[in-house]
């Protein structure tokens, strides 16, 4: 062994000794709670450096070399606000990475953070106050730490996610309709609107959120948007009121859209598959553009949409949710619908249009096959006047409206009377309706075709009605509520029941 080769030995044999000993140093003081210390501190000047806010970092513990847990962080904005905060953070990681300026974590587990994100009334976001843009840009080539973010999985526990937005009621209300509208929006319980010193903020809430998450990408500088891949998520929100359970599917962030891909989804009672899209920004509401198909539906699930819906029963349907060109109007547009409750069964479609002072029902082709005035009690919210009993069938087409200028162009039903076995009445229908209260249903210009109407079914609701044997048919128009029918250009026949010969004629202009 020549001198040479001995003395490039003994320094190798050397620097592999000192390298052991750093390692061994730093290992042993990460693990000591003097290193542990002098780590969460070096962190959090990392941290404070790249806020404008206040940072909070609790105790760290674990190696540090593939992972560390917090027990606690909390971010808040300069308005002292909560943006950010945690129990419990673990996560698992390659130290090469780090180096690399890369933070990629192959494992992460959070107990209950919760997040708020607020869009102040000038249009700024909470978050880009907190962590505002570098004045001096990176070079081209050059990576800076935090611009790649990945996690492979996640496990998060009990989470909680808020948003806030501006809100302003509506610029055509003027005086006292718009103090009215104010008052109304800030005590309604089905949306949370309240006044700051901003002005006035509408706020949606998730809560109760469980996740198992599969690949994240928070930031990459060499891909566009956000992306989270979802095993399965459960969560609660508030509005709409909706429970979801056992969601699998993708989700992607790009700029001020979410982009929706659910394959499964189930709520209380109901499951089925959504995807779509809900847009903010440019200082207008929230835009929704989702398609949801109910593999299963419950109406205890959806009730919600109207105050009278029923609660009980289901079937299937497709659900379309889109925002109008004023996107305070939102419909609700059910399609391929066969559902059954209180002993009926609807089919066909119709959309529910909402934000309007008066709920609108519109674009319906409906089949009875049969509608039972249970369901019409139900809808009425109480009992009519008369007691209707029995079953209807037919169908109706309408372009609809708001419920109180209800227009329908076509509808042709038969009613089978359950108090008077054999007694029906058979009509056709088009025109205008008042249905906002069902029980004092009114006519606006309705025009009727019947083709019979057995009296012994008036007879038996209304005891004062005339005791007339037989049928009526013909044609009139009708201008006023159903409980003081009053009508114009009718054209009436009258056929004895006993002797169908014997027919009988009045009009009225």
């Not at 953070?113 to 102040?120: I, W």
């Not at 609660?236 to 359970?245: G, L, M």
Request: no cysteine.
């Amino acid at each position: 062994m020549t001198s040479r080769l001995k003395i490039v030995i003994g320094s190798a044999i050397i620097l592999v000794g000192l390298l052991v000993i750093v390692i061994l140093s730093v290992v042993g003081v990460t693990h000591t709670g003097f290193g542990q210390t002098r780590v969460r501190n070096l962190v959090l000047t990392m941290l404070e450096g790249n806020v404008k806010g206040k940072v909070y970092v609790g105790h760290m513990s674990g190696g540090f070399f593939t992972g560390v847990t917090i027990d606690s962080v909390e971010i808040k904005d300069d308005e002292d606000s909560v943006f950010f905060a945690s129990g419990p953070i673990t996560v698992e990681y390659d130290p090469r990475d780090l180096f690399d300026r890369r933070i990629l974590l192959s494992h992460l587990e959070a107990e209950h953070p919760v997040v708020h994100l607020r869009q102040h009334e000038n249009g700024d976001w909470n978050w880009r106050r907190i962590f505002p843009a570098s004045v001096q840009k990176q070079k081209r080539n050059e990576r800076g730490f935090g611009e790649y973010i990945v996690v492979d999985s996640s496990v998060v526990r009990n989470a909680s996610f808020t948003l806030t937005l501006p809100w302003h009621p509506s610029d055509t209300l003027r005086g006292a309709k718009r103090d009215s509208a104010l008052k109304f929006e800030l005590t309604r319980t089905d949306h949370e609107i309240r006044r700051t010193r901003e002005g006035l903020a509408r706020t949606w809430r998730w809560s109760q959120a469980e996740a198992n998450l599969g690949f994240a990408r928070i930031a990459d500088p060499d891909t566009v948007g956000r992306l989270v891949r979802i095993r399965k998520l459960s969560f609660t929100e508030t509005d709409p009121p909706f429970k979801f359970r056992n969601i699998s599917g993708t989700v992607l962030n790009l700029g001020d859209s979410v982009f929706v891909d659910s394959d499964h989804f189930d709520l209380p009672g109901s499951t089925g598959k959504a995807h779509g899209s809900v847009v903010w920004g440019s200082d207008l509401p929230i835009r929704y553009y989702l398609h949801v198909v109910g593999d299963s539906v419950s109406l205890a699930d959806v009730a919600w949409v109207y105050p009278t819906l029923p609660t009980t029963g289901g079937g299937k349907m497709e659900l379309d949710i889109r925002s109008e060109r004023n996107p305070r109007f939102l419909d609700y547009i059910l399609t391929k619908m066969d559902v059954r409750t209180t002993r009926s069964r609807l089919l066909g479609q119709m959309t529910f249009g909402t934000g309007a002072d008066v709920l609108a029902v519109k674009n319906v082709d409906l089949q009875a096959a049969p509608v039972d005035f249970d369901l019409l009690r139900t809808l009425n919210g109480k009992k009519f006047p008369y007691d209707w009993q029995g079953k209807i069938t037919g169908n109706v087409r309408a372009s609809g409206g708001p419920l109180n200028h209800f227009k329908i162009e076509q509808s042709a039903l038969i009613f089978e009377d359950a108090h008077v076995p054999g007694a029906v009445t058979e009509a056709r229908g088009e025109g205008e309706l008042d249905i906002l209260f069902p029980a004092f249903t009114a006519f606006h210009g309705f025009n009727v075709d019947v083709a019979t109407l057995d009296l012994r079914t008036l007879q038996f609701l209304n005891p004062f009605f005339p005791r007339i044997k037989g049928t009526v048919s013909g044609t009139a128009t009708l201008d006023s509520s159903w409980l003081d029918v009053r009508f114009r250009n009718a054209d009436l026949f009258h056929t004895m029941a006993t002797s169908p010969s014997r027919t009988s004629r009045a009009t009225a202009a």
